[in-house]
């Protein structure tokens, strides 16, 4: 199984990216999707979750900017950023539990994709 992140890029504050993860390979069912960052010196954390019944999750600091959305049929989730701020700035990860088969789930991550949010 592999995930593939696209959408990272440069943009100014207050600005908007979307996030890519695209999950492909030995895929039985995607279960929980998730997005995490990391900013510069600090450590991974989730910034939103979905899982396959709709339950959303939001840490607090991205809470009404930032949108988690998913599309099983592509096996595809997305992460919609709108009012950026600098502290936004960092790498984003997708993280995703797959099932290989009906009795097997692993969690996977990507690659990462930089976003950077100029002041």
């Known amino acids: 199984v592999q995930l593939v992140e696209s959408g990272g890029g440069l943009v100014q504050a207050g600005g908007s990216l979307t996030l890519s993860c695209v999950a492909s390979g030995n895929i039985y069912k995607v279960n929980t999707m998730r997005w995490y960052h990391q900013a510069p010196g600090k450590q991974r954390e989730v910034v939103a979750g979905l899982t396959t019944g709709g339950t959303v999750h939001y840490t607090d600091f991205v809470k009404g900017r930032f949108t988690i959305s998913r599309d099983d049929a592509k096996n595809t989730v997305y992460l919609q950023m709108n009012s950026l701020k600098p502290e936004d700035t960092g790498v984003y990860y997708c993280?995703?539990?797959?099932?290989?088969?009906?009795?097997?789930?692993?969690?996977?991550w990507g690659q990462g994709t930089q976003v950077t949010v100029s002041s």
């Open positions: 993280n995703t539990d797959i099932q290989g088969s009906p009795n097997y789930e692993e969690d996977y």
